[in-house]
């Protein structure tokens, strides 16, 4: 079910309006009670002051009604009750408007000197009040208990709410922190989220490219070779039996063997797509730090496969002379064995220029030449022009084109260079370099 703009503004806008109008309500009545505290406390002031009590009345109303602007300005509220305290008036809104000014956003140094101006002029009035009070025999205590009594009074009217303003907006502080961090960490792991389905994804489309480019090598030249074996199959079958029953058998072994490492990509596939299906359960969350774990373990399990390697070479250049190619290897250098990344890629690049000779250049004689050098290792395929043209055509291999690109990525993958192209005399040259 999806929510519109409309109701997502109003479920945004709902808690808000209803938090201001609570506050409208609040303030207007501290407002009416702090009035009517001061229209009361008017009349003993105008009687004191010698004045009309609707005079005295109508100021306490007035003064009184400035708690209505407490959230905006606070100094002017508790600096308009420090002015009417001499009156005996706006005790009420003294109280309210300390709270207000040290739960605000301004600087301690301006809560710390109006509570202490408000606690000066409430010990002052206390203290000359409670003395007049006592001469006028009003108050049976004694002179020692004058000072104790202002002082309990201005402590008792301004550290309550000054203590309680403070705790409270350092509470809205942390509270507005807490949700702005919990804001940054929500958009923080959308992120890490969104970053890990990226590499999910390219790490899937990494994988197609790897199974296409394996799939394209090892078959490829399997059902090249039979291709080619059929053919001449088809053209000695009735002139020499022995080697049409020698190329059959060649074609079998050779068919069995790319069905054979068809069956292992396939159960590597099935395993994998179990992997996926339950890798979908996983938290996005979870990618990012179980990749590093994923990677170095399918890094060792390729290492550990049993791929092709180098020594394999000369097994691999005595079938395409069994399917009728002239071939000969030439090795530089002292044979060693490196990585089997290494040597499974120099393999693959061999094997699959070798099988382009047999799609594009049939019976043309080839040149396979391998050089183990300091700290990398080269090799050069060159076939001469076919000396029948047509030859290529009566065997209809067909080409995809992803050879070449395929023995380019595996290159370049490894930090390697790779260059390929037609010679001047009318052939064509693979040439690679991996460092190892």
């Not at 394996?214 to 490829?220: I, L, N, Q, T």
Request: glycine share 10%.
């Amino acid at each position: 079910m999806t929510t519109t703009g409309e109701d997502h503004t109003a479920a945004l806008t709902g808690p808000l309006w209803w938090a201001r109008w609570r506050s409208a309500v609040l303030d207007g009545g501290l407002a009416l009670v702090s009035a009517a505290e001061c229209a009361t406390e008017g009349i003993q002031f105008a009687k004191d002051a010698a004045i009309p009590v609707s005079v005295g009345i109508v100021f306490g109303l007035v003064a009184g009604s400035v708690l209505l602007l407490r959230r905006r300005w606070p100094i002017a509220v508790v600096l308009v009750a420090i002015a009417i305290t001499p009156a005996q008036m706006g005790y009420l809104m003294g109280i309210v408007g300390l709270y207000t000014l040290a739960a605000s956003e301004l600087p301690r140094r301006i809560t710390g000197a109006l509570a202490g101006m408000s606690m000066v002029g409430t010990l002052i009035v206390t203290f000359v009040r409670s003395q007049q009070d006592l001469e006028n025999g009003n108050l049976k205590i004694g002179d020692w208990f004058v000072p104790i009594v202002a002082i309990t009074t201005s402590l008792g009217v301004t550290a309550p709410p000054l203590l309680l303003g403070l705790y409270v907006g350092a509470r809205r502080r942390l509270m507005e922190s807490l949700r702005e961090r919990a804001d940054s960490l929500e958009r923080e792991l959308q992120l890490l989220a969104e970053r890990a389905e990226e590499r999910a994804q390219w790490a899937r489309n990494e994988e197609r490219t790897r199974i296409a480019r394996e799939m394209h090598d090892v078959v490829a030249h399997r059902v090249s070779l039979m291709v080619v074996h059929a053919a001449a199959l088809q053209a000695v079958a009735r002139k020499d039996p022995e080697k049409a029953v020698r190329n059959a058998a060649l074609v079998g072994d050779m068919g069995r063997q790319a069905l054979t490492e068809l069956r292992e990509m396939l159960g590597v596939l099935r395993t994998g797509d179990g992997l996926e299906r339950r890798a979908q359960t996983v938290p996005l969350a979870a990618v990012s730090m179980a990749a590093a774990a994923a990677a170095s373990r399918a890094a060792a399990e390729d290492g550990a496969l049993d791929g092709p390697c180098l020594s394999e070479l000369d097994e691999l250049i005595g079938q395409s002379a069994a399917a009728g190619m002239v071939v000969d290897l030439t090795v530089e250098g002292d044979q060693r064995s490196y990585g089997a990344e290494v040597e499974q890629t120099a393999y693959r690049v061999v094997q699959e220029a070798l099988t382009n000779v047999h799609k594009h250049a049939a019976g043309a004689k080839t040149h396979v030449r391998l050089a183990h050098r300091g700290g990398e290792i080269a090799m050069q395929v060159e076939n001469e022009p076919p000396p029948e043209p047509a030859s290529a055509a009566s065997v209809r291999l067909p080409s995809g084109g992803n050879g070449l690109l395929g023995m380019k990525e595996r290159v370049a993958a490894l930090g390697g260079v790779f260059v390929s192209g037609p010679t001047e005399a009318g052939g064509f040259r693979v040439s690679a370099v991996i460092p190892t």
